[in-house]
């Protein structure tokens, strides 16, 4: 691993357009973000937050954790907390902004990461192509009402990766997401920031209840899930995310979404 491994990557600051209001009680928008990944700078809204990367994978930070999302998965964030949207190259996303009282408060009162249904995927694509201003006794309007339905029905992602708040950690954890084929333990990557490997773990299963290991196993994951959707064969995807050999990341990958890489994705 080069030098270039102990340094995250520079990303290019994202304006987010400033809304007072909005237009009908949800409005989407449509972004692109370059190879070269991009971040917004820190904002709330008076309104919930629902991303969806069609490609790529999203990071989300809040003051109080952040949260990570390849394609197949989105992330909310609740209205009032002030967050940032980044990602680490090049993403396609889809956002809605949803008035507070369409959704129940629990357990939509904190940020959390949901594993999109195809039906959910193809609804919000299909409205993000309608007009902001959409006719409100239009059969447009009952799209709406569905697709806020079923959002309301998704569960917590088992798969939900919290990133660590300190600095420190941050710094290994977004090197982990950005060189999954990085193999350097849990002591020499701490070393680069100033942390012995004990400290580095207590740290790790505090801030986001997964230790070292687990939370690094699932970024590899997260991140493999991201280079399949891009169309990259399951044994590249294996070399890339770090993994000894084809057969060790497919046996991985089984235990913990029950079905290999491909059937997975046709399943989706």
């Not at 449509?30 to 070269?36: A, G």
Request: proline letters at 6%.
């Amino acid at each position: 691993m080069n030098k270039q491994a102990n340094k995250a990557p520079n990303r290019q600051l994202r304006h987010v357009p400033t809304l007072t209001e909005l237009p009908r009680p949800v409005y989407a928008r449509v972004e692109n973000w370059q190879q070269s990944g991009s971040q917004t700078h820190w904002h709330t809204h008076n309104w919930g937050q629902w991303s969806y990367a069609v490609e790529g994978m999203l990071i989300v930070h809040t003051r109080e954790g952040h949260y990570v999302a390849p394609p197949q998965f989105a992330i909310w964030i609740p209205a009032g907390v002030e967050h940032k949207v980044i990602s680490n190259g090049a993403a396609q996303m889809r956002s809605l902004y949803i008035e507070t009282r369409l959704l129940p408060d629990t357990p939509w009162t904190k940020p959390r990461v949901c594993s999109i249904t195809p039906l959910v995927r193809e609804l919000t694509l299909q409205f993000c192509t309608l007009a902001a201003n959409y006719d409100k006794d239009s059969a447009d309007s009952r799209l709406v009402q569905v697709l806020v339905d079923q959002i309301a029905c998704l569960p917590t992602s088992s798969t939900q990766l919290t990133m660590p708040g300190d600095k420190r950690l941050t710094t290994i954890a977004e090197m982990l997401l950005h060189h999954p084929d990085e193999q350097r333990d849990i002591e020499q990557l701490g070393e680069i920031v100033g942390l012995s490997g004990r400290s580095v773990s207590r740290l790790f299963k505090q801030q986001t209840g997964l230790t070292f290991q687990q939370w690094r196993q699932r970024a590899r994951l997260l991140e493999a899930l991201n280079r399949l959707e891009s169309g990259k064969p399951v044994t590249s995807v294996s070399i890339e995310c770090g993994y000894d050999s084809v057969s060790a990341f497919v046996s991985i990958f089984k235990k913990q979404f029950g079905v290999t890489p491909g059937k997975y994705l046709r399943k989706e």
